[in-house]
DNA sequence: ACTTGCGTTAGAGCGCACTCTAACCCGTAG
DNA sequence: CTACGGGTTAGAGTGCGCTCTAACGCAAGT
């Protein structure tokens, strides 16, 4: 059993953190991509601080998805997190879902559906068909702005016409 | 000369409101889009209730874009404000590029350097530039959470797994 | 023994972009 | 005359999604 010591190694962490470590570039959102090909050898329970290296996301944003209940997460003699293969699936899922803009609410009935059993697998694919629309809409839209901002850059200096 | 009356007419909103009011749809987001085709033969010069129609923006919103210096308005003899063609372009450009989700502290920047002439052009320029490669990332951003919710919707109810 | 560095909690605070309120003004219709 | 439907202002409030603070716990190093 992995004590909170063996979880917190420096030794461990700047392994996890050479391989996996999110490039920390401006803000949150960039190239939080990464996410999307995980690797598939990693141990098998991440403290918090593993899990943000991992994620990009922050010790405190990952607290404030379990408080409402994005994620349960057990712990350790000491009370420190432990966050296993489950509860590292479920939080890059949210962060996909965040960053095509899903709102919190969204994603937290989403889960609670999952959580209900399989009967609620109707209504799931409903939420899923929406966000693809909502998804879709986006892209048109930031497509427009696009082909604007190009327009703008073309044209050099450019005005506050449209 | 128009007077607030004739601008306020019931009956020249309706006409406007008919042919080019925004369709009122969820939220402010969705089908702004119709703000890229905006038709040439508005009158010169609009109410704000007539460029809350014309632009989906609500009064709320264009007086708060007014005062935090995104486009300047010019008032009637009862100090209601008349949209002439120059601050309703302004208007529209600037809800295309929030509809880029350029930040407002970002397009008031830009608005600031055309306001101050021509010399700032290649800063004008840097700023689209810029721009222009976050929408590129977001684009792809989406594109990748268009992916995984294809995925979802065909394989049907879905677990939280990513 | 004490500092360092990681973790914990409850709860307050923040930045953004609106969004709304209250109190008031003006001109027309009934 | 008065009600109504527009408009005006300064300034307060809202909802979202974090983000941070304060006060504390544990354990390994010097």
Redesign the pocket.
């Known amino acids: 059993m992995n ?3 063996v979880l ?1 190694s ?1 030794a461990r ?1 700047q392994a996890l953190a050479e391989r996996y470590e999110a490039p920390e570039l401006p ?2 959102d960039p190239e939080l991509l990464h996410l999307l090909d995980l690797p598939a050898d990693l141990p098998d329970e991440l ?4 899990v943000a290296s991992v994620t990009g996301l ?4 990952l ?2 998805y379990e ?1 409402i209940g994005l994620v349960e997460v057990a ?1 350790d ?5 432990l966050y296993d293969r489950e509860a590292l699936a479920r939080v890059v899922f949210v962060t996909r879902l ?1 960053l095509s803009d899903m ?3 969204t994603v937290s009935h989403y889960i609670d559906l999952v959580n209900q059993g399989p009967q609620t697998e109707p209504e799931r694919l409903a939420v899923m068909q929406e966000h693809r629309a909502m998804i879709q809409r986006r892209i048109s839209e930031m497509t427009a702005a696009l082909a604007l901002t190009e327009y703008k850059i073309t044209t050099y200096g450019g005005t506050c016409a449209p």
């Open positions: 004590t909170a010591g917190s420096p962490r803000p949150l403290s918090i601080a593993e922050t010790a405190h944003t607290r404030y408080r712990r003699a000491n009370g420190y997190r965040r709102p919190i609410t």
